[in-house]
């Protein structure tokens, strides 16, 4: 029998608070073993990069529980970042993970973006497959990653977005703050 579904309330947070600074902990030790330590999972992030303008650090909760979190910072001109993006072992399968970067999109575009890119690794189907059916495209691999042949990039046109955001996350959710 499987578990009910309960629903995911995602809401801007610190990622230097403990649950956020938790849950991206989690992830980099993730990451760290899926590669057998061979990278440091850490995906060249850093907290600061998504408390500056045109920026933002997402927390997923389901009631008081942080099971989820994603980010987004400035790339280039019109052009965001998506990064560290994950849910908890024991909440996949959910659809939070959608809900999450479909958030993330949502409010990059209320920042003026035009296009997000994001990078991953072969060995995270489950991201790759999501990424895919949400229709990101892979593209050459930019900035850090060009060269890395076990990095796989993918960018997005963010055309059309705002309308959904307003449903999926609520009031205030999407609202920058500078």
Known sequence: MSQPRSALEISRADPREPEAAALIRAMTE???AIYDH?????????????LVPGSGFLVGRVG???VACGAYRPLAPGVAEIKRMFVSLEHRGRGYSKAMLMTLEAMATENGYETVRLETRPKQAAAIALYEGLGYVRIPN???YEGKEDCLCYEKPLGGIKSRQSRSCGEGCGTSRS
Do not use: C, H, L, R
């Open 64 to 66: 008081s529980q942080a």
């Open 142 to 144: 930019y900035g850090m």
């Open 38 to 50: 061979k990278i440091d999972g850490a995906g060249n992030f850093k907290p600061e990069d998504v």
């Open 30 to 32: 993730e990451v760290t």
